[in-house]
């Protein structure tokens, strides 16, 4: 009985793969490992099984966290499960104010809203090409009232805080990655955000980045995001940098650094 209970265990352990740099797919950092960029979440491998990260730029007006931990292997596909945690109220009340940084009308007050999303993640190599699947759910919850006068309708934000208004929506996407050499890699992507019922009830993103490691504590990315969707106004479409509730296209450098806690 004991050796029968041993290999589902023993399954879902050899399901579990680490690797650096990868926080799209279902690959975990290794245990004790950081990473962080300037744009990027500050990510910690707390063991082969475990993996934190935050968004500290933002943690301080906006308290968020992600846990990824794996799942049994699908076939030649490694598995993981994504949660992530968000609380948007003190920031959203920052911008809701006229003048410079105003972005929510001053009338408004944002009430206490929690965001949970969950997201399955599938990775694995195909001809030399890195693929990760990924779909999931995100779940807003709203504590007291909002006014539905109160959404940014703006592309990349207005999805995002969607689910708030709409109480839940979906997500689905495709990564692919190709190492170009030692030190070069491109990664292109393709996400579906869906909030049925909604007056501007879908997004469809894609970025394509381009980075060049020096090491494995050190790489630079740059690249472009591109947004397209229905929104309360009607349709529209941007070309954006890789950064949140920018509104125009620039050059965009991204630097990520590494280390290992000892």
């Not at 959203?92 to 007050?109: E, H, R, T, W, Y």
């Not at 759910?137 to 007291?144: E, H, T």
């Not at 970025?207 to 349709?235: A, C, H, Q």
């Amino acid at each position: 009985m004991k050796r029968f209970l041993c290999y589902p265990l023993l399954f879902c352990m050899l399901s579990s793969e680490t690797r650096f740099w990868d926080s799209h797919s279902a690959y975990l950092l290794p245990e004790k490992r950081i990473e962080v960029g300037v744009f990027q979440p500050l990510r910690y491998g707390h063991s082969d099984n475990l993996e934190y990260s935050v968004y500290p730029l933002w943690f301080f007006v906006m308290p968020n966290i992600s846990i990824k931990k794996p799942t049994a292997a699908l076939g030649n596909f490694n598995s993981a499960m994504r949660y992530s945690f968000m609380y948007p109220t003190p920031f959203l009340n920052m911008i809701a104010k006229s003048g410079l940084g105003g972005v929510i009308s001053p009338d408004f007050q944002m009430p206490t809203m929690i965001g949970i999303s969950g997201t399955w993640l599938l990775s694995s190599s195909v001809r030399g090409v890195d693929v990760t699947l990924s779909t999931g759910m995100d779940i807003g919850i709203v504590l007291g009232d909002l006014d539905s006068r109160s959404s940014i309708d703006l592309p990349l934000v207005y999805h995002r805080l969607g689910a708030y208004y709409n109480n839940w929506g979906m997500h689905t996407g495709i990564d692919l990655q190709k190492n170009i050499g030692s030190n070069i890699s491109v990664l292109g992507d393709c996400d579906l955000r869906w909030l049925p019922g909604l007056d501007g009830d879908f997004s469809l993103e894609h970025k394509l980045l381009i980075s060049w490691k020096k090491s494995d504590n050190f790489r630079v990315m740059t690249g472009y995001k591109f947004v397209m969707g229905e929104y309360p106004y009607g349709s529209d479409m941007r070309l954006l940098p890789y950064l949140p509730m920018a509104e125009m296209w620039v050059p965009m450098i991204e630097l990520q650094w590494a280390r290992n806690r000892k």
